[in-house]
């Protein structure tokens, strides 16, 4: 979740800069990196964390995601690589010539790339196609996330990517015209999203999948699914009104509720096999030993972690501020 969120605006940020007019990719670029510039690199912890968490307390799931998804998940690693290469060489480098024009494409198209194959993975975990019994390398390692839901949910994530820059975005210019030029960026990305999601349960019930159920089947769903409406209302209303904490919350509490929805269903199942047990959190955890060790690990991880990020992302906004005369 805290990847998506927090991950997820700085892939965004390459993907609004990719979808802008070439007039416009200056501006969006100077204002893109003074937002993501603090953090962009540390938000790959909540991958890695997530990971460890996986291989340590799970490994069943670990081995059977890693194995029977290794392709969308090279790619996404791929990705992640390129994107942290080109942006540092782009607005580090001691150097500025004409190898700009490589890093800015990388940086822009393995911005879209990483999410896209993040959402494949994340559908493809609970579409019920990963075959543990398939006879075939396509059976096995390609059909399993090629097909039109996961692929739909790629796009999906992609444009949660975007909207969740634009919003973030918008308490980081420091002139009103760029202002309102990412509040309307913000409500185009919110309806692409909307859009996206309409493409995933078309492809949901293309696939026989029973996204629907997931999500409109139970109380609690239904409920988290009427508070993301109540957000997506709420921020339509407060883009205009200069309030970018509460953007964030709203856009941030939006998803989170969206996916909250679409999982609660089968949770603790996270890996849902075809023809087979599905891969739960509670019946596939590791010794309890195991799982003992490795919470006392996170939380003392977490009593160092947190409080550096968000030191660090303080000074960031002081030594903006300071550059903006804010």
Not at 5 to 30: C, H
Not at 168 to 174: C, L, M, N, R
Not at 237 to 265: C, E, H, S, W
Request: net charge positive.
């Amino acid at each position: 979740m805290l990847y998506i969120l927090l991950g997820g605006a700085d892939f965004g940020a390459g993907i609004i800069e990719l979808f802008t007019s070439k007039a416009n990719q200056p501006k969006t670029r100077k204002t893109m990196y003074n937002a993501i510039g603090p953090i962009w690199e540390a938000n790959h912890m909540w991958l890695i964390i997530a990971i460890v968490i996986l291989f340590v307390g799970f490994p069943k799931i670990y081995t059977t995601v890693s194995v029977y998804l290794h392709i969308p998940l090279v790619c996404m690693l791929l990705g992640i690589i390129a994107r942290g290469t080109a942006f540092v060489f782009r607005n580090y480098d001691a150097v500025k010539d004409d190898m700009q024009k490589v890093y800015t494409p990388i940086f822009m198209y393995s911005s879209l790339i990483t999410p896209f194959f993040l959402g494949i993975i994340a559908a493809s975990s609970v579409s019920g196609k990963i075959d543990l019994q398939a006879g075939d390398f396509l059976t096995a390692y390609v059909y399993s996330w090629l097909n039109w839901f996961s692929v739909s949910v790629g796009v999906f994530t992609v444009s949660i990517c975007g909207f969740l820059a634009t919003i973030f975005i918008i308490g980081q210019t420091d002139h009103e015209e760029n202002r309102l030029y990412f509040i309307k960026k913000a409500r185009r990305t919110i309806f692409v999203v909307m859009f996206c999601g309409a493409l995933v349960f078309l492809a949901a019930y293309a696939e026989k999948i029973p996204l629907t159920t997931w999500i409109f089947g139970d109380t609690p769903g239904l409920i988290a699914i009427i508070a993301a409406s109540i957000s997506l209302v709420m921020l339509f209303y407060f883009l205009n009104k200069d309030k970018p904490v509460l953007l964030r919350l709203l856009a941030g509490f939006q998803i989170t509720m969206i996916l909250f929805a679409a999982t609660y269903t089968h949770f603790p199942d996270i890996v849902l096999i075809k023809n087979g047990e599905n891969l739960s959190l509670l019946g596939h955890q590791g010794q309890a030993k195991v799982i003992e060790s490795l919470c006392y690990a996170l939380l003392t991880g977490s009593v160092f972690i947190l409080p550096a990020l968000v030191y660090l992302i303080y000074i960031f906004q002081v030594r903006r501020d300071a550059q903006t005369g804010h």
